[in-house]
């Protein structure tokens, strides 16, 4: 094959790639109309999606102008509306694959917010929230973690909510909340003082007293716009705390979930780092030929190829084990804390596969090697996953 003929197979890797990265044929468990629907989505992540990513990441913005084009295509709530696990998650996938701060955006307001609404909100609550949302006419941000609580959070929240008559009183700051400097909405999480139990409150971003400032400075996820929130006196009706979170141990399942889209998040980045690296090696030359011809470099594709695999191979698993009604933390823990170690291993391959271009944006895999760290950490850190799966099989918890 010429090197002209390689270099036009690479320039389908990342538009038609998914079934040399999918390579043991998942795709094909999804339904010849779910796989129409994903190739309609697919095709505008690339089209639509894809153009404006390199720009807003290096620049640290958010492309608000394709809200409208993701809201068309329905991704939020896709499972309440009777659409398989399966198909969800691959959009998701697919969506990462592109760019994980898009995913990232996405599924802050799906998973977390409108899925807590859903979930855990009245029929109130629903109605009024709901049909917005779903239509990503309105945006949503999630506010749990603070500048000092992370993975210990429910147990040392420092975000009060104090109730006097039919209104509640937040005070307390809120850190890395995706969306938060954009979203119409932010549900926060603070500690009832009456009671001591973490109580939900769906907060509107004008209310006085709430004030959400960038994150500056970031070197992953550059296109989500995380906030620092403070609420000094903000005032929330009665109305707008969720009932169904009367304690933290309520939002068990919507954790649950959101930890699954974080671990199908790591495939798709996966995914992007094998797409990158694969044209890199069709296209580059050295000595006179594709280094994709040189045994370490396919050594490394292959790695890559395989973890990818794997990890896909796990969370098709899972996302059968969510239509079946029978998934349990520890099985979103084991794909997160997998998920992630193979990702980190799968972008520092493809970030030294590409050499000195490895470190330049303006070659992709670089994007993929910071925003890898970032996932690696958010939505339960490898570390904290890993203890969760060591407390479900020995009964004995490694933390307090």
Partial sequence: MSIAE?????????????????????????????????????????????????????????????????????????????????????MHLELARVDTSMSTFLGVHSELFTAAIAQLGSAEQRERYLPDALALRTIGAFALTEPDHGS????????????????????????????????????????????????????????????????????????????????????????????GASAFCDTNALLTNSRVWVAWQTVGLQFAAYDYSLRYALERTQFGKPIASFQLVQDKLVRMLENATASLGT??????????????PEHAAMAKASGSARMRESAALG??????????????????????????????????????VGRAITGISAFQ
Wanted: net charge negative; charged share 20%; glycine share 8%.
């Fill in 152 to 243: 210990d959070i429910s147990r040392n929240m420092q975000t009060t909510a104090t109730r006097t008559g039919d209104s509640w009183t937040l005070n307390g700051v809120k850190r890395w909340i995706g969306n938060g400097t954009f979203a119409d909405h932010v549900l926060v999480w603070a500690r009832d003082t009456a009671d001591a139990q973490v109580k939900g409150f769906i907060v509107a971003s004008r209310t006085a007293g709430f004030n959400a400032v960038k994150i500056e400075n970031k070197i992953a996820l550059r296109i989500v716009q995380n906030a620092t929130i403070t609420l000094a006196d903000v005032v929330v009706s009665e109305a707008d705390r969720l009932p």
């Fill in 6 to 90: 390689h270099a036009a197979v690479a320039a389908d890797c990342t538009t038609a790639g998914f079934h040399s990265a999918d390579f043991l044929g998942y795709e094909d468990l999804l339904t010849p109309a779910e796989r129409l629907r994903l190739d309609a989505a697919r095709e505008v992540f690339e089209l639509d999606v894809r153009p404006l990513v390199a720009d807003h990441w290096d620049r640290g913005e958010f492309p608000f102008a394709v809200v409208p084009t993701l809201a068309a295509l329905h991704l939020v709530g896709m499972p309440a509306a009777g659409e398989s696990y399966l198909l969800h998650r691959f």
């Fill in 315 to 328: 969370m098709v698993r899972i996302a059968q084990l969510q239509q079946a009604g029978t998934l349990r």
């Fill in 351 to 388: 970030r030294g596969l590409l050499g000195g271009n490895g470190i330049s944006t303006d070659f992709g895999m670089a994007r993929v090697f910071a925003d890898a760290e970032a996932v690696y950490s958010y939505e339960g850190s490898y570390e904290i996953n890993t203890l969760l």
